[in-house]
T-cell receptor, first 115, second 113 residues
Framework: QQQVKQSPQSLIVQKGGISIINCAYENTAFDYFPWYQQFPGKGPALLIA?????SEKKEGRFTISFNKSAKQFSLHIMDSQPGDSATYFC??????????????FGTGTRLQVFP | EPEVTQTPSHQVTQMGQEVILRCVPISNHLYFYWYRQILGQKVEFLVSFYNNEISEKSEIFDDQFSVERPDGSNFTLKIRSTKLEDSAMYFCASTMDRGTPLHFGNGTRLTVT
């Protein structure tokens, strides 16, 4: 019940196209859903995050769509650029204990954007 | 922008040896975490630390692991007797408060031979 399932494992998109990565969760106690971007040799960096009280959040070319009833959320990257080539992780957390917000990560999607 | 810094960037050790991975969280942060990422796999939670004590730990975080905040700035992860399967990237993270974004360091690549 703590898992976050992510698909696809890898994605190849042409420059200017839309990249879509999907995640699903089971634990209804999760209340925070971030997306992280990771470049080789670097730590994950927060890209955008959403809470379940809204169905969509947009920041620049990045949009999270959230479907609470289906327990699914997705990342859309509009006008994908070669510089977006990285591994993307969805994650989820909730009030599983009083003093921590541990993140449960998805398995990652390796995005390659070709010119 | 403040950063979480980790040292060393790469540590090679022999099986059975003790290693200490070091982290300097962002200065006004109160919640500290260690995660690990085995090559090509997902990032996994190890332990969280708040108010000078462990607040939660995963099944991975067995008796071979310990964490410490020896002074006001450093946060360390010790692996007492390393095994081959401990080879991974270890990421330190910190956050100011519950529900605020987690900031990750660039990691320490641990190689156990």
């Amino acid at each position: 019940q703590q898992q976050v399932k992510q698909s696809p494992q890898s994605l190849i998109v042409q420059k200017g196209g839309i990249s879509i990565i999907n995640c699903a969760y089971e634990n209804t106690a999760f209340d925070y859903f971030p997306w992280y971007q990771q470049f080789p040799g670097k730590g994950p960096a927060l890209l955008i995050a959403i809470r379940p009280d809204v169905s969509e959040k947009k920041e620049g070319r990045f949009t999270i769509s959230f479907n609470k009833s289906a327990k699914q959320f997705s990342l859309h990257i509009m006008d994908s650029q070669p510089g977006d080539s990285a591994t993307y992780f969805c994650a989820a957390s909730g009030q599983v204990s009083y003093n921590t917000d541990k993140l449960i990560f998805g398995t990652g999607t390796r995005l390659q954007v070709f010119p | 922008e403040p950063e979480v810094t980790q040292t060393p960037s790469h540590q090679v050790t022999q099986m059975g040896q003790e290693v200490i991975l070091r982290c300097v969280p962002i200065s006004n942060h109160l919640y500290f975490y260690w995660y690990r990422q085995i090559l090509g796999q997902k990032v996994e939670f190890l332990v969280s630390f708040y108010n000078n004590e462990i607040s939660e730990k995963s099944e991975i975080f067995d008796d071979q692991f310990s964490v410490e905040r020896p002074d006001g700035s450093n946060f360390t992860l010790k692996i007492r007797s390393t095994k081959l399967e401990d080879s991974a990237m270890y990421f330190c993270a910190s956050t100011m408060d519950r529900g605020t974004p987690l900031h990750f360091g660039n990691g320490t690549r641990l190689t156990v031979t």
